[in-house]
Nanobody, 120 residues
Framework: QLVESGGGLVQPGGSLRLSCIASGFTLEHATVAWFRQAPGKEPEGVSCSSTREGKEKYPDFVEGRFTTSRDSSKNTVYLQLNSLKPEDTARYYC???????????????WGQGTQVTVSS
């Protein structure tokens, strides 16, 4: 099971840190991605973290504003969101590929999401 938290309402330019906590399996070697979906839009990936590759990948629209990190002791992956824009408003989901494939992974675990709203 994956559970996201940390979403909320933030003003443009603000920051949030989303958490993705796993239970029942370890994220230590998993490939973990964050996706988002805004109302009326298709889901889009915002990050992918692969321990096999030892690096994170982000789409161009992130522009260096988002960063992922892991805390193995807490079995948690974080997504730091900085310099948020109104167009970042969406529900954010984490997903895990427990086989630890290269990005993009084949995700077999999904969370329920956490809402991020960027508005003044």
């Amino acid at each position: 099971q994956l559970v996201e938290s940390g979403g909320g309402l933030v003003q443009p330019g603000g920051s949030l840190r989303l958490s993705c906590i796993a239970s029942g399996f370890t994220l230590e070697h998993a490939t973990v991605a964050w996706f988002r979906q805004a109302p009326g839009k298709e889901p889009e990936g915002v990050s992918c973290s692969s321990t096999r590759e030892g690096k994170e990948k982000y789409p161009d629209f992130v522009e260096g504003r988002f960063t992922t990190s892991r805390d193995s002791s807490k079995n948690t992956v974080y997504l730091q969101l900085n310099s948020l824009k109104p167009e970042d408003t969406a529900r954010y989901y984490c997903a895990a590929d427990t086989w630890g494939g290269s990005c993009p992974g084949v995700y077999n675990r999904w969370g329920q999401g956490t809402q991020v709203t960027v508005s003044s």
